[in-house]
């Protein structure tokens, strides 16, 4: 297995790329990051919410799990005078965690609109989602990205901000772009209702069909990345978020999530189970990706994240397995199965 000489990334990841160092290419566009003017970019941000804030009303809607990440973002949001509705795509059996996170963002002082998904539909879903790519909650994905586009249509909400560009800041296949969604690494182009069947109509599914990038253009609705235009990085939204209330996972928890890190998927067990996944599909987990970004944004040596993703990759909860094939209506030895057919 071939790895990144900067950060520990192995050559199974999809769409990894290495230049002539032997730097993978998410490597690569942070180094390009840390020289970025980011005083001009925040200057480029203030015009952008300046536009915005000709609406009346509210001007801004935040996608929010309740994490460190969407703290920040809301936070931020404030901060330029914009009025953020927050939405909240609800996990089929969020944590307790997580409603405390929901319920800090609303202490704070922001309008939350809660997304509740129709859970007859999503035990048939998941199940699919498993033996037809190895990805256990895929399809919840689908709505964490189109409900949010679907309310600013609905609302007339000029503006949309997400955190993380997933293909620049990760190396991720698929499209770049905010307002280009639908044909990210996640969604990679499909429409949801290839999911439609007997029991499962093309209408259950809206809630899941992301709009096109002409919908928004039509719509007015400009969609960006915070990552684009301030320092967005993990350890350092986390600081932040914790400083505003952010509950935070107990460090003896931690070896059962396949990573490291007390901050962060802290509302949902289900994409604990897809990095396991991810694990046996390309041999590299949860743990290698914290790793990654710590090794980027200068946190811990190459040499110190080898050692944590060696003790860290590819452990899960035995609970959260077994409390996600009670969901989804197979037994273990089912999930198992289905688990080994992707084994790389």
Not at 18 to 34: L, P, S, T, W
Not at 131 to 142: M, N, V
């Amino acid at each position: 297995m071939k790895r990144c000489t900067n950060c520990i990334m192995p050559d199974t990841k999809p769409a990894i790329t290495f230049d002539e160092r032997g730097v993978c290419n998410a490597c690569q566009n942070i180094e390009k990051m840390n020289n970025l003017d980011w005083a001009a970019k925040w200057e480029e941000l203030k015009k952008i919410a300046e536009t915005a804030k000709q609406k009346k009303g509210y001007n801004c809607l935040v996608p929010v799990s309740g994490g460190k990440d969407s703290t920040v973002i809301c936070l931020t949001a404030k901060k330029l005078g914009l009025k953020p509705l927050c939405v909240f795509v609800e996990p089929p059996y969020i944590t307790e965690m997580g409603q405390r996170n929901i319920d800090n963002l609303a202490d704070l002082g922001f309008d939350i609109f809660v997304f509740k998904p129709n859970r007859t539909i999503l035990p048939e879903l998941f199940k699919r989602c498993m033996i037809e790519d190895g990805s256990p909650g895929r399809a919840f994905e689908f709505m964490l990205y189109a409900v949010p586009m679907q309310v600013a249509i609905n609302y007339e909400i000029p503006l949309v901000i997400w955190g993380e560009d997933p293909q620049h800041d990760y190396g991720n296949p698929g499209a770049s772009g905010a307002d280009d969604q639908a044909n990210h690494d996640a969604l990679r182009g499909q429409r949801a209702d290839h999911w439609a069947s007997e029991n499962i109509s093309e209408e259950d599914l809206i809630a899941y069909q992301h709009p096109s990038k002409a919908a928004l253009d039509q719509a007015g609705v400009k969609v960006i990345y915070l990552s684009s235009y301030i320092p967005f990085e993990a350890q350092r939204n986390a600081k932040i978020a914790i400083d505003h209330g952010l509950t935070i996972r107990p460090d003896s928890e931690l070896e059962g999530t396949g990573g490291y890190w007390n901050f962060e998927q802290l509302d949902d067990e289900i994409p604990i189970i897809s990095h396991l996944l991810k694990f046996i599909k390309y041999g590299y987990g949860r743990a290698t990706d914290q790793v990654c970004r710590d090794i980027r944004w200068g946190y811990i040596t190459r040499e110190e994240g080898l050692a944590l993703a060696k003790k860290y990759d590819g452990k899960c909860n035995p609970d959260y397995i077994k409390r996600y094939c009670e969901f989804v209506g197979i037994s273990e030895d089912e999930f198992w199965k289905l688990a080994k057919k992707w084994q790389g």
